[in-house]
């Protein structure tokens, strides 16, 4: 007889920073509530809402006065420098030789104020672009932190599974243990032939060659766990016995997803975007004010002198760069509302396929309850007639089987049906835990 085969899907992971260690048994709150503190994936996220609030700081400050200070130390033999640095020192004299004012040296202190009264409303499109990036910074934070819930409680629960099937293969290993001593009794009082005995040997080996690759499997579920919720790998995850799980409302309503919501927050800075690229091709006017000092040691002059105005700027032809810009513009919010369109029909299957996958594994549930009570049974009784003497090994060790599968398929069922409705609660934007 073939020996049974149990998968149970895993990931590659690698470890996280140390974090102290649990000292109370993980509930799945408990557990959410951890992995949104201290996972690298929920501090990256918070990491990128900060990078948002940073482009909105640079987005909004075209809109306050900009001040500049300079300062410099020259020398020259040039005329005509040498000549604009007397007459800014205010130390010109008649004597001076105009073609030939000799060296002259000249420290330069400058301040100067800009303010745009007019750009053909860039800035305050960029603004608003800028807010609109960072609402769509916070629903992908919501969205990234939906997704880490939603992997907490798969890996919550595939612990559980892992251990569910554990339990029913030590129980496996200890009914062929019993049936082996007693074949071997039977044996022994010439009541049994020899291969009837080999036949239990060879299936309890099986059995903790399965057992060995399950509790394998256990182990690396945990770690799973414990990387999701950024804790060391090595530690030892105890799961609460009380934890009463997820539950669904009577009425499952859709909510608005945070895709969403990030996405419909792109599509209006896109929409700005598009009114910033227009208004490069408005002209801009600016307010300026400067006020600059002037002192030379080698003519012992100094002076003072400010300057005041608006300069309008136009580009009359630019080769076509502006008009190419609006249209990238406009490309780029098309391409964001039909990707509004297409993410909708993705969450709208997403909710669907939920729904069913939910329905399937409540209904494999309700299944799977008679269905070890059904196996338990016939192991009793097959168990019994094997000991009085009335039925072969083969036909034990097939009672057997059938009853660590039908275990191992109620452990799934269980972990299952909770995934499901974690995957259902996620698709349907409601939180993780009621």
């Known amino acids: 007889m073939?020996?049974?085969?149990?998968?149970?899907?895993?990931?590659?992971?690698?470890?996280?920073?140390?974090?102290?260690?649990?000292?109370?048994?993980?509930?799945?709150?408990?557990?959410?509530?951890?992995a949104r503190a201290h996972s690298p994936e929920a501090r990256m996220a918070a990491a990128r809402i900060e990078r948002a609030a940073a482009l909105l700081g640079q987005a909004a400050s075209p809109r306050l006065p900009q001040v500049k200070l300079t300062a410099g130390y020259t020398q020259t033999n040039n005329p005509m420098m040498a000549?604009?640095?007397?007459?800014?020192?205010?130390?010109?004299?008649?004597?001076?030789?105009?073609?030939?004012?000799?060296?002259?040296?000249?420290?330069?202190?400058?301040?100067?104020?800009?303010?745009?009264?007019?750009?053909?409303?860039?800035?305050?499109?960029g603004l608003a672009a800028a807010e609109s990036g960072a609402t769509a910074s916070v629903?992908?934070?919501?969205?990234?932190?939906?997704?880490?819930?939603?992997?907490?409680?798969?890996?919550?629960?595939?612990?559980?599974?892992?251990?569910?099937?554990?339990?029913?293969?030590?129980?496996?290993?200890?009914?062929?243990?019993e049936s082996l001593r007693v074949a071997r009794l039977r044996f022994d009082a010439g009541q049994l032939l020899r291969s009837e005995v080999l036949n239990l040997e060879v299936q309890l080996a099986e059995t903790r060659e399965q057992q060995l690759a399950t509790r394998h499997q256990a182990a690396l579920a945990a770690r799973q766990f414990l990387f999701l919720l950024g804790q060391p790998i090595n530690e030892t995850v105890a799961l609460s016995e009380n934890d009463a799980g997820l539950s669904l409302p009577d009425a499952l309503a859709p909510t608005a997803r945070p895709e969403r919501l990030a996405h419909a927050a792109r599509i209006a800075a896109a929409e700005q975007q598009l009114v910033v690229a227009r208004g490069s091709q408005s002209p801009g006017v600016n307010a300026f004010a400067s006020y600059q000092l002037d002192h030379g040691w080698r003519r012992d002059g100094s002076g003072d002198s400010w300057m005041a105005g608006v300069q309008a700027e136009w580009h009359v032809y630019d080769g076509q760069a502006g008009a190419s810009r609006v249209r990238?513009?406009?490309?780029?919010?098309?391409?964001?509302?039909a990707g509004l369109d297409q993410l909708q029909l993705a969450l709208d299957l997403e909710l669907e396929q939920a729904r069913l996958a939910h329905q399937l594994a409540v209904e494999q549930l309700a299944v799977t309850a008679s269905l070890v009570e059904q196996a338990e049974e016939a192991a009793r009784i097959s168990r019994a007639r094997f000991e009085a003497g009335g039925l072969l090994s083969t036909e034990l060790i097939g009672a057997e089987t059938r009853l660590t599968s039908a275990r191992f398929r109620r452990a799934v069922a269980i972990a299952a049906e909770q995934v499901a409705a974690a995957q259902l609660r996620h698709a349907a934007g409601l939180p993780l835990l009621p």
């Open 2 to 34: 073939r020996p049974l085969r149990f998968f149970f899907p895993l990931l590659v992971l690698s470890g996280p920073p140390p974090i102290a260690a649990q000292d109370t048994p993980w509930t799945l709150a408990a557990a959410v509530a951890e």
């Open 83 to 125: 000549f604009g640095a007397i007459l800014n020192q205010g130390a010109f004299s008649p004597t001076i030789d105009f073609n030939h004012p000799g060296q002259t040296d000249n420290f330069n202190l400058t301040g100067t104020i800009a303010y745009p009264l007019y750009n053909g409303g860039r800035t305050a499109a």
């Open 139 to 177: 629903h992908d934070r919501d969205a990234t932190l939906a997704q880490l819930d939603l992997a907490v409680a798969r890996a919550y629960y595939g612990i559980r599974q892992t251990r569910a099937g554990l339990t029913a293969l030590d129980a496996a290993v200890a009914s062929y243990d």
């Open 328 to 337: 990238e513009a406009r490309a780029r919010l098309d391409e964001a509302k």
